[in-house]
């Protein structure tokens, strides 16, 4: 059966550290791979997307790699702060673009 | 630009009763996505319009949920008769199109969380 699979337990890092998420999926052939965070009582916000031709993308603290040998994708944030607490979501794009598949979620949790 | 609006923000039914969730996307977004989140969990999809079309609705359970969107503009999705495990949030979301949907993310509304006792 199809699954996208995060760490389920939260994650809880001190201020300043790297936090890593894995995003780990079986069955899929995904030509895309988003990142979303969603923090409570909203709707889930775009941050990053990656192609499966591509190992690896930044964007300010955020680092994102896909590696599509492996079924996964980790999400790393670095210098974390407190604000970069919430749930963050990985979503595989199947279907031709069509459609948006999310995991499972997991909580970060920065502390002081 | 003005978000993706979603209608009513809570509400609470009893089981069995009927309850309709509404969406007004992004001016000019073709494509809408309706997405079932129960705490906990990730967003499910349960429908998929592009314009006035269903492009996916294979995981919507079709003998109590509907959606329409009728004008290819807002949208409404339907629970009748509501049951217990359908209490969750209820996420709308829309893009211009699938194109830029995937090279610049979807945008989501904040929900319709449905208490279902």
């Known amino acids: 059966s199809q699954k996208i699979e995060q760490n389920s337990e939260a994650l809880n890092i001190q201020e300043g550290k790297t936090a890593t998420l894995t995003c780990n999926y079986t069955?899929?052939?995904?030509?895309?791979l988003q990142w979303y965070r969603q923090d409570p009582g909203r709707g889930p916000v775009f941050l990053l997307l990656?192609?499966?031709?591509?190992k690896e993308k930044r964007k300010e603290r955020l680092k994102v790699t896909f590696d599509t040998t492996l079924k996964q994708s980790l999400f790393h944030i670095t210098a974390s702060q407190p604000a970069d607490s919430a749930t963050y979501l990985c979503?595989?794009?199947?279907?031709?673009?069509?459609?948006?598949?999310f995991g499972t979620g997991t909580q970060l949790k920065v502390e002081l | 630009e003005a978000g993706v609006a979603q209608s009513p923000r809570y509400k609470i039914i009893e089981k069995r009763q009927s309850v309709a969730f509404w969406c007004n996307p992004i001016?000019?977004?073709?494509?809408l996505y309706w997405y079932q989140q129960i705490l906990g969990q990730g967003p499910k999809l349960l429908i998929q319009?592009?314009?006035?079309?269903?492009?996916?609705d294979s995981q919507l359970p079709k003998d109590r949920f509907s959606a329409e969107r009728l004008k290819g503009v807002d949208s409404t999705l339907k629970i009748q008769p509501a049951k217990l495990e359908d209490s969750a949030v209820y996420l709308c979301?829309?893009?211009?199109?699938?194109?830029?949907?995937?090279?610049?993310?979807?945008?989501f509304g904040s929900g319709t969380r449905l208490t279902v006792v």
């Open positions: 069955n899929y052939s995904p030509a895309y």
């Open positions: 979301a829309s893009s211009l199109d699938p194109v830029i949907g995937v090279n610049y993310g979807y945008t």
């Open positions: 990656i192609r499966e031709n591509e």
């Open positions: 319009f592009q314009n006035n079309g269903v492009v996916d």
């Open positions: 001016s000019g977004h073709a494509t």
């Open positions: 979503a595989l794009i199947t279907g031709g673009g069509n459609k948006l598949t």
